[in-house]
């Protein structure tokens, strides 16, 4: 069963960076990134096929933030440059159901997620 460790998450200025990583155990496939506010639905932010040739991003944070992968470390990075206060949210590492083929897969969708993470905070304060 694989498990997810979220790490990075943080305090930062409007305009800063930060880069959170996940840890996953149990082998490669498709993960992602989602995000939540409290009070509202976990939304898509980013995602990543197995092997890292593939790439998908929300519109809100395409150009922004960029999701890499180095499946030596079984690690998957979300970076994320020129923050902004609306991005302040709990952010999930999810992996994706691994019957999934990349090109079958909605990374948007919540249905299409196998397993979350326990969540990292960003905070972004203007």
């Known amino acids: 069963q694989v498990q997810l460790v979220e790490s990075g998450g943080g305090l930062v200025q409007a305009g800063g960076s930060l880069r959170l990583s996940c840890s996953a155990s149990g082998g490669t496939t498709n993960m992602g990134w989602f995000r939540q506010v409290p009070g509202k639905d976990r939304e898509f932010v980013a995602a990543?096929?197995?092997?890292?040739?593939?790439?998908y991003y929300a519109d809100s944070v395409k150009g922004r933030f960029t999701v890499s992968r180095d499946n030596a470390q079984s690690t998957v990075y979300l970076q994320m440059n020129s923050l902004k206060p609306e991005d302040t949210a709990v952010y999930y590492c999810?992996?994706?159901?691994?019957?999934?083929?990349?090109?079958?897969?909605?990374?948007?969708?919540?249905?299409?997620?196998?397993?979350w993470g326990q969540g990292t905070l960003v905070t972004v304060s203007s």
């Open positions: 999810v992996v994706y159901y691994r019957g999934l083929s990349w090109g079958d897969l909605d990374p948007s969708s919540r249905s299409d997620v196998e397993r």
């Open positions: 990543i096929s197995w092997n890292g040739g593939s790439t």
